[in-house]
């Protein structure tokens, strides 16, 4: 019981440390930059690891995607006293991750390390205040494969994401502005219905030493994402706001 609650916690202080680095950036950000309302094109890069515990014989690993995450992103402002906005995301989201298991004990390292590659068609809608950004994102699954074997999206939920985030304007005018964006993201739940029936890996790697298992395990992907997106302008500012 003492270890599962060290496991739980180590989620929330992973937030509060992006939560604590992003907070810094936004007090670096500029109060008088204010945006209209806009709609562009997103594309990210994305690592993404499994951010609970494993069953016994298994170890977690960082992978990267091999494909960029891409989509539509809108901003509608809220408050241009508080700079205050609402993002709204809609797009193509993989989560990939390793799976290590085959322990050597003379070589000390795992044997085996497979990708696990889970893909959604993601709404992800985002507050803002002078670039920080924090919100939810729900994925439907459409696809997912173990080292390019099939895992049915019948055996996926819905996943519901806590993300944070911040964006940073590189150049605006008036036709949009183009941005670098950073967001993390934590599965608030496993991506199986039932991982003690639709793990992939139940019969490559068994419970081991009696070990029972259970939905606790069910894998929760914690990632971060670095991406670029431009956003054209649904109206025009007054001139002075482009005196710059």
Known sequence: MKQRKIMLKKPVITLFLMLL????????????????????????????????????????????NNVPDVGLTGYVPLDFVYNLGLYVDLGYNTNTFLMKYNYDADSKSYLTQDRMRFSYISFSPTFSH???????????????????????????????????????????????RLNVFFNASYALHGIYNDFVKDDPLRNTVPAMGGQIITN????????????????FNLIELPDEYYDW
Do not use: H, M
């Open 21 to 64: 680095v992003f907070s810094t950036l936004n007090l670096l950000a500029q109060e008088e930059q204010y945006f209209p309302p806009e709609l562009g094109l997103s594309i990210g890069y994305k690592c993404a690891v499994n951010g609970f515990p494993n069953p016994q014989g298994r170890k977690n690993g960082i992978a990267f």
């Open 216 to 231: 606790y395990y069910n894998p929760r992907p914690a990632s971060i994402q670095i991406g670029l997106n431009f956003l």
């Open 130 to 176: 002078c670039g920080f950004k924090l919100g939810f994102s729900v994925g439907f699954p459409i696809s997912a494969d173990w080292e390019g074997v099939n895992i049915r999206t019948s055996n996926l939920r819905n996943v519901i994401e806590l993300k944070a985030g911040y964006t940073y304007p590189l150049y605006y005018d008036r036709v949009g």
